[in-house]
């Protein structure tokens, strides 16, 4: 048995890159940014905050909604799949790319206050075939409040 999950909360680093493939099929791309908070140890040592930047893949029905709704700072939760794909570049040298394939996306808010949690819509593809062509959406969140919260 394997599982290959993540699971990620974080903010936009840019906004989304949405293109239209064949068949008006729609894919953004967008870098998110999880942070490590620093600390300081007993001993008085400093050690600074640690961001990671993930690169963000998200199809379909899923790609039209972070096209209207997503934008740089916006605080996102996301959980889907690693993929790592490899390319050749111009020089003919062979190169990697490791990216996150949204299964589902929940809109958190925004850094600068713009945006309220309780109106963001809750994203998802469907989990019995998470793959691309599959996209379905839960209905937004109504009534939601901060209590309500699980963080």
Known sequence: ????????????????????????????NFTLATT???????????IPDKTEWHNI?????????????????????????????SWEDQNKIRRYTT?????????????DGQSSPSSAPVMSQSQNNPSPANTSYNSPIENSSDDDLPF
């Open 1 to 28: 048995m394997s599982v290959n999950k993540v699971i990620l909360i974080g903010n936009v680093g840019k906004d989304p890159d949405v293109r239209y493939l064949a068949n008006n099929v729609c894919v953004a």
């Open 36 to 46: 490590e908070r620093g600390y300081t140890t007993q001993s008085g040592i400093q």
């Open 57 to 85: 893949v998200v199809w379909r029905g899923l790609a039209e909604i972070a096209e209207k709704y997503v934008r740089k700072g916006t605080q996102l939760y996301i959980e889907g799949k690693i993929r790592t794909r």
């Open 99 to 111: 990216e996150i394939y949204v299964d589902n996306m929940e809109l958190l808010g925004r850094r």
